[in-house]
T-cell receptor, first 113, second 112 residues
Framework: NAGVTQTPKFQVLKTGQSMTLQCAQD?????MYWYRQDPGMGLRLIYY???????DKGEVPNGYNVSRLNKREFSLRLESAAPSQTSVYFC????????????FGPGTRLTVT | QKEVEQNSGPLSVPEGAIASLNCTYS??????FFWYRQYSGKSPELIMS????GDKEDGRFTAQLNKASQYVSLLIRDSQPSDSATYLC????????????FGGGTRLMVKP
């Protein structure tokens, strides 16, 4: 089992460009999450999907959109990238929900210039 | 204002010693508590979860939870240089819609 996979590993964007970060899990988990990690700010939840077909905002959703494509896949889209979105993005999944243990993917390091 | 607080460190311990990492939280309704280890440039890796007051042991790791005092700790016995990493405390906070709130992490350095 690969666990949680993310693509790409690294990305450089210019301000105003758009991109989609992809995440997939092979653990048959119901819930999936997108976090960003910034120095001094820790890990912060952007969006989550408690189950297939549902998505909800987290702590810092502005500037992002998500799609739960199916049970395995959860994508994060930046429509118009801003330098403030320079960060490391982690996808995670858990078996049942927010109170469960979460397992993280390897991360995407995004730089917006 | 962070609701989950950790000393950022670094906490330096000699090889073979016990490392003690602490975390306090503000939401009395919290029910789930997790410790993650994060090596530099890598993703968080789950080490322990604890849900009830008391101690939970797994190999060299012991998690301790005291809900009355609102703290959770992680003890690492027989610390090894490979334990050098940042340790993140995460709390499932009832007043945050049950979302996981992460502390800023404590950097642990184990010196040979």
């Amino acid at each position: 089992n690969a666990g949680v996979t993310q693509t790409p590993k690294f990305q450089v964007l210019k301000t105003g460009q758009s991109m989609t970060l992809q995440c997939a899990q092979d653990m048959n988990h119901n819930s999936m999450y997108w976090y960003r990690q910034d120095p001094g700010m820790g890990l912060r939840l952007i969006y989550y999907s408690a189950s297939e077909g549902t998505t909800d905002k987290g702590e810092v959703p502005n500037g992002y959109n998500v799609s739960r494509l199916n049970k395995r896949e959860f994508s994060l889209r930046l429509e118009s990238a801003a330098p403030s979105q320079t960060s490391v993005y982690f996808c995670a999944s858990s078996e049942q929900g927010l109170t469960d243990e979460q397992y993280f993917g390897p991360g995407t390091r995004l730089t917006v210039t | 204002q962070k609701e989950v607080e950790q000393n950022s460190g670094p906490l330096s311990v000699p090889e073979g010693a016990i490392a003690s990492l602490n975390c306090t939280y503000s939401d009395r309704g919290s029910q789930s508590f997790f410790w993650y280890r994060q090596y530099s440039g890598k993703s968080p890796e789950l080490i322990m979860s604890i849900y009830s007051n008391g101690d939970k042991e797994d190999g060299r790791f012991t998690a301790q939870l005291n809900k009355a005092s609102q703290y959770v700790s992680l003890l690492i016995r027989d610390s090894q240089p490979s334990d050098s990493a940042t340790y993140l405390c995460a709390v499932n906070e009832d007043n945050a819609g049950n979302m996981l709130t992460f502390g800023g992490g404590t950097r642990l350095m184990v010196k040979p």
